[in-house]
């Protein structure tokens, strides 16, 4: 399989390039021209085109060929990057590729989530913040999955809890709203995310959803799976 990692730099981006060898994908990453020294571990076993994730031109020639396209849709700035970048996948993407998108839990797609009074205060308060200082535009993240959801590509949306740093604790759970009990803990280890996007390339079941996730290990999770917590 052949595959496009979009935003492969970042923290998240790099776990997926490794779940992706790992499988032994041939994987193509895109990331800003000043973050190519980041991949330098994967840089003899790689393809690596450098450049904004938005631009159109080189995102048609990152997914030429390939078989499915992992997007981190990164928010910066105010200029429409996450959406821009969104806008290329959907457009360029090899018909019948599997496109598998990142984001926060703070994304909805039918109205159906229940977020806590003190969660829709942060994102406020933050959201606020990040876009007066012109860093990030957590408005377009919610515009790029519009688009993605009005699609009518083989997109799947990855919604994030809290993550933190370690080994992998296996494959996340993952449920249709937050708000679910499974998804109480709010907390997923970032290698396992990367590792759920992976996955979620050859699961067809995955198609059309936007699975709001959380760890397979977390207090929650466990006791959604009957196992007692100590």
């Given amino acids: 399989m052949k595959i496009c990692i979009v935003g492969a730099s970042g923290k998240l981006g790099k776990y997926m390039v490794q779940h992706a060898l790992d499988r032994g994908y041939e994987v193509v990453g895109v990331c800003r021209a000043k973050s190519v020294p980041k991949l330098d571990a994967f840089k003899d076993r790689i393809t690596i085109l450098p450049g904004p994730t938005n631009d159109r031109e080189?995102?048609?020639?990152?997914?030429?060929?390939?078989?499915?396209?992992?997007?981190v849709l990164a928010p910066w700035g105010v200029h429409d990057?996450?959406?821009?970048?969104?806008?290329?996948?959907?457009?360029?993407?090899?018909?019948?590729?599997?496109?598998?998108?990142?984001?926060?839990?703070?994304?909805?797609?039918?109205?159906?989530?229940v977020?806590?009074?003190?969660?829709?205060?942060?994102?406020?308060?933050i959201g606020f913040i990040v876009r007066l200082v012109r860093l990030v535009d957590l408005n377009d993240q919610v515009e790029a999955c519009r688009r993605i959801f009005a699609s009518d590509t083989r997109w799947t949306v990855v919604r994030g809890s809290d993550l933190e740093e370690g080994p992998s604790e296996g494959l996340p759970v993952w449920s249709h709203h937050v708000g679910d009990p499974i998804l109480k803990s709010n907390l997923t280890r970032r290698i396992d995310f990367a590792l759920f996007m992976v996955e979620a390339l050859t699961n067809d079941d995955l198609i059309h959803e936007a699975p709001a996730i959380v760890g397979c290990k977390t207090a929650s999770a466990l006791?959604?799976?009957?196992?007692?917590?100590?």
Avoid: N
């Fill in 58 to 71: 080189l995102i048609q020639k990152a997914v030429q060929g390939c078989d499915g396209v992992l997007t």
């Fill in 81 to 113: 990057y996450a959406s821009g970048t969104a806008q290329a996948v959907l457009d360029y993407a090899q018909p019948g590729a599997r496109l598998i998108f990142s984001c926060g839990w703070h994304i909805t797609r039918d109205g159906q989530d």
């Fill in 115 to 125: 977020y806590s009074t003190l969660f829709k205060v942060l994102v406020a308060i």
């Fill in 223 to 230: 006791e959604h799976a009957g196992v007692t917590v100590q």
